[in-house]
């Protein structure tokens, strides 16, 4: 399902929830990674030993959920936007839910912006109550939201009210750094399946192997020519699907 449409189910979900209790004690790890890719910079970052090391790089990162203490650094360090951190003991009846963002131009605190659902549906307008830059070398900001606290576990994105996206900054493949802009002029000079544009701009080429970019180029494609992203023909996809060290061939595996 992930594959397919980009967002994780509710059993995904579930995985990964703390139970209510510890979401009340205070701020915590939500680390929403469920595709077996080669990474692991969020087991590095962790200096508490909240994240378990990875016996094998392509697998999922473990949290212990009572070693954790919510700080963020993982966050800022996690290449797929794939942690957030919850304070559901915010108050009682709000939460904060602190969100990666890879975006121009930066949300200002005390900005009202829109909160959006992991399949981008909007789910109100909330108030930025902290921006934390991730320093010099690392680009990405964290965002502090102050959202309902029946919303701490479904808000994971968010979009300013006033901005247009803007297609020359926006990267859409982030591992061969390939922007919005480029994808749409390439499907504007006829480029009409995915296959063709990584072709083309090796969008997908990468160590992920298209997993961040894929679903983007087909929304592209499915608004270019008006019909459902369903309809955009898929890439094929071959073994292996993951890296695989090649140990494992000469030992006949
Ligand atoms: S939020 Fe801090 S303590 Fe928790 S897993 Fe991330 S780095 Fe570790
Ligand atoms: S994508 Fe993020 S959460 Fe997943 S393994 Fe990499 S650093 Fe960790």
């Given at each position: 399902?992930?594959?397919?449409?980009?967002?994780?189910?509710?059993?995904?979900?579930?995985?990964?929830?703390?139970?209510?209790?510890?979401?009340?004690?205070?701020?915590?790890?939500?680390?929403?990674?469920?595709?077996?890719?080669?990474?692991?910079?969020?087991?590095?970052?962790?200096k508490?030993?909240?994240?378990?090391?990875?016996?094998?790089?392509?697998n999922?990162?473990?949290?212990?959920?009572?070693?954790?203490?919510?700080?963020?650094?993982?966050l800022?360090?996690?290449?797929?936007?794939?942690?957030?951190?919850?304070?559901?003991?915010?108050s009682?009846?709000?939460?904060?839910?602190?969100?990666?963002?890879?975006?121009?131009?930066?949300?200002?605190?005390?900005e009202?912006?829109?909160?959006?659902?992991?399949?981008?549906d909007?789910?109100?307008?909330?108030?930025?109550?902290?921006?934390?830059?991730?320093?010099?070398?690392?680009?990405?900001?964290?965002?502090?939201?102050?959202?309902?606290?029946?919303?701490?576990?479904?808000?994971?994105?968010?979009?300013?009210?006033?901005?247009?996206?803007?297609?020359k900054?926006?990267?859409?493949?982030?591992?061969?750094?390939?922007?919005?802009?480029?994808?749409?002029?390439?499907?504007?000079?006829?480029?009409?399946?995915?296959?063709?544009?990584?072709?083309?701009?090796?969008?997908?080429?990468?160590?992920?192997?298209?997993?961040?970019?894929?679903?983007?180029?087909?929304?592209?494609?499915?608004k270019?020519?008006s019909?459902?992203?369903?309809?955009?023909?898929m890439?094929?996809?071959?073994?292996?699907?993951?890296?695989?060290?090649?140990?494992?061939?000469?030992?006949?595996?």
């Amino acid at each position: 399902m992930l594959n397919k449409t980009g967002v994780p189910t509710l059993e995904d979900i579930q995985t990964v929830s703390p139970s209510e209790e510890r979401l009340k004690k205070g701020p915590v790890a939500i680390i929403e990674c469920f595709q077996e890719i080669p990474c692991n910079p969020c087991t590095e970052a962790c200096k508490q030993g909240a994240i378990r090391p990875m016996e094998d790089i392509n697998n999922l990162p473990k949290l212990d959920l009572d070693k954790c203490n919510g700080c963020g650094v993982c966050l800022s360090r996690c290449p797929g936007l794939a942690i957030f951190i919850v304070d559901a003991s915010y108050s009682d009846t709000e939460a904060i839910v602190r969100i990666p963002y890879e975006y121009y131009p930066v949300p200002q605190v005390g900005e009202k912006v829109v909160g959006l659902n992991r399949a981008g549906d909007e789910l109100g307008t909330f108030e930025v109550s902290k921006v934390q830059s991730g320093g010099q070398k690392n680009k990405t900001y964290t965002i502090w939201l102050i959202v309902p606290q029946s919303l701490a576990m479904e808000v994971r994105g968010l979009r300013l009210r006033s901005t247009e996206i803007q297609p020359k900054e926006t990267i859409v493949c982030r591992c061969e750094d390939i922007t919005l802009g480029e994808i749409q002029a390439l499907i504007k000079e006829g480029y009409s399946t995915i296959d063709e544009i990584k072709r083309a701009a090796r969008a997908g080429m990468g160590p992920c192997q298209g997993r961040t970019c894929r679903m983007l180029i087909a929304q592209e494609l499915a608004k270019f020519y008006s019909i459902p992203v369903g309809e955009v023909l898929m890439p094929t996809f071959r073994p292996t699907v993951k890296p695989v060290k090649l140990g494992t061939y000469a030992g006949g595996e």
